[in-house]
């Protein structure tokens, strides 16, 4: 079992940067597969924006943060980060960290991941 804590978000200003945490705590993501960021805005949908896989670092990004954000892992401090640069005020959501042990599957649905955390709030005044 991984348990997800999410930290560093906050209110930045369009243009800015904003750099998210994701710690497994209590543990390592040596079992899991797959990490992923995924947001919510009000009145929107829960949607995918990174992924990366444990092992291998593969990444992806959904269409409207490429250039922008970089996901990235670091293995040794079991941590897995977003940095998001060039903040657009549609980038205001919530952002998850979840995590999936399975080996196959659509890594950017969120039925595909077993654990989650607890979100952070990321809001981008224009």
């Known amino acids: 079992q991984v348990q997800l804590v999410e930290s560093g978000g906050g209110l930045v200003q369009a243009g800015g940067s904003l750099r998210l945490s994701c710690a497994a705590a209590?543990?390592?993501?040596?079992?899991?597969?797959?990490v992923g960021w995924f947001r919510q805005a009000p009145g929107k949908e829960r949607d995918v924006v990174a992924t990366i896989t444990w092992s291998g670092g593969t990444t992806y990004y959904a269409g409207s943060v490429k250039g922008r954000f970089t996901i990235s892992r670091d293995n040794a401090k079991n941590t897995v980060h977003l940095q998001m640069n060039s903040l657009k005020p549609d980038a205001t959501a919530v952002y998850y960290c979840?995590?999936?042990?399975?080996?196959?599957?659509?890594?950017?649905?969120?039925?595909?991941?077993?654990?989650w955390g607890q979100g952070t709030q990321v809001t981008v005044s224009s």
């Open positions: 979840a995590a999936a042990g399975k080996r196959g599957g659509n890594w950017n649905r969120e039925e595909f991941y077993d654990y």
């Open positions: 209590g543990g390592t993501f040596s079992t899991v597969t797959v």
